[in-house]
Antibody, heavy 117, light 106 residues
Framework: QVQLVQSGAEVKKPGASVKVSCKAS????????INWVRQATGQGLEWMGW????????GYAPKFQGRVTMTRNTSISTAFMELSSLRSEDTAVYYC??????????WGQGTLVTVSS | DIQMTQSPSSLSAFVGDRVTITCQAS??????LNWYQQKPGKAPKLLIY???NLEPGVPSRFSGSGSGTDFTFTISRLQPEDIATYYC????????FGGGTKVEIK
């Protein structure tokens, strides 16, 4: 069965960077784009961007352009999302999600990133 | 950017009631719209794709309709296990989510 397993919770100081991983199994990793979505506590879903694991091509939401980088390592079926220049407003649960044609059928369990001095 | 306006932001209904949520896009998105259910502490779950197609395994009391800029999500007979927050998502141009609708039982 399709599974996306994310790395564990992180605590970072303002100005630092965080890198979250998303390991895929149960399907061919290069078949579907990986999307990243975040959710602050008590708030709605916010899409950050997508990456094609086959080509490495990416597309980022305007809000995150210049601050987010999405990469992958196909040999270990793992996608990565790195967010830089962290501020308190970046405290959220970060999800990876995948599926055909922006249908987000499968989701990771979420990774809590806390930004605090 | 395409904005998605979802309403209401919350609602309360009786078990067995018909529940309707609307989502309006700021421009024509054809049928490039999905609906998700999210329960507290869990990742979202896809219920409806391409505006009106039921995801396999999802109960038939859930349905979606619409195209262009106006979309509707319906629960025909609300069940206790449907308590959740529901989100629309457009993917005509990148991805944008609606603000969410929290559904509660009266």
């Amino acid at each position: 069965q399709v599974q996306l397993v994310q790395s564990g919770a992180e605590v970072k100081k303002p100005g630092a960077s965080v890198k979250v991983s998303c390991k895929a199994s149960g399907y061919t990793f290069t078949s579907y784009d990986i999307n990243w979505v975040r959710q602050a506590t008590g708030q709605g879903l916010e899409w950050m961007g997508w990456m094609n694991p086959n080509s490495g091509k990416t597309g980022y939401a305007p809000k995150f352009q210049g601050r987010v980088t999405m990469t992958r390592n196909t040999s270990i079926s793992t996608a990565f999302m790195e967010l830089s220049s962290l501020r308190s407003e970046d405290t959220a649960v970060y999800y990876c999600a995948t599926g055909p044609q922006f249908r987000l059928d499968f989701w990771g369990q979420g990774t809590l990133v806390t930004v605090s001095s | 950017d395409i904005q998605m306006t979802q309403s209401p932001s919350s609602l309360s209904a009786f078990v067995g009631d018909r529940v309707t949520i609307t989502c309006q896009a700021s421009q024509d998105i054809s049928n490039y719209l999905n609906w998700y259910q999210q329960k507290p502490g869990k990742a979202p779950k896809l219920l409806i794709y391409d505006a009106s197609n039921l995801e396999p395994g999802v109960p038939s009391r859930f349905s979606g309709s619409g195209s262009g800029t106006d979309f509707t999500f319906t629960i025909s007979r609300l069940q206790p296990e449907d308590i959740a927050t529901y989100y629309c998502q457009q993917y005509d141009n990148l991805i944008t989510f609606g603000g969410g609708t929290k559904v509660e039982i009266k």
